[in-house]
């Protein structure tokens, strides 16, 4: 995987998983104060949990980084395999 290949994963990676870490520990607010939305958490977190998706993310690229080098997942192959599919016997979309 190339660094700028790495660098749009994490991105697509971190964007994901921050999505997924928001709702955590978000908890209403005893009294509702004039003003705010009725489901605004009192206390959102959200140092924490961008610090928690960034590390969560690092550890997830890992994982994708090694599934990647040892060939257990072939990018290449699947896009040739899809080129095939869509475009039939042709090694290129060229001709």
Same mark, same amino acid.
């Given at each position: 995987?190339?660094?700028?290949?790495?660098?749009?994963?994490?991105?697509?990676?971190?964007?994901?998983?921050?999505?997924?870490? /928001?709702?955590?520990? !978000?908890?209403?607010?005893?009294?509702?104060?004039?003003?705010? $939305?009725?489901? +605004?958490?009192?206390?959102?977190?959200?140092?924490?949990?961008?610090?928690?998706?960034?590390?969560?993310?690092?550890?997830?690229?890992?994982?994708?980084?090694? /599934?990647?080098?040892? !060939?257990?997942?072939?990018?290449?192959?699947?896009?040739?395999? $899809?080129?095939? +599919?869509?475009?039939?016997?042709?090694?290129?979309?060229?001709?």
């Amino acid at each position: 995987m190339t660094l700028l290949a790495a660098f749009f994963t994490y991105l697509i990676v971190w964007w994901t998983v921050l999505f997924a870490v /928001l709702p955590w520990g !978000n908890r209403q607010p005893d009294v509702r104060v004039d003003g705010t $939305m009725p489901g +605004a958490p009192a206390n959102p977190n959200i140092k924490k949990k961008f610090i928690a998706t960034t590390i969560v993310s690092f550890i997830i690229l890992g994982i994708i980084h090694a /599934l990647i080098e040892i !060939n257990l997942i072939d990018f290449r192959e699947i896009a040739r395999e $899809m080129d095939e +599919a869509i475009y039939g016997s042709r090694s290129s979309g060229a001709e």
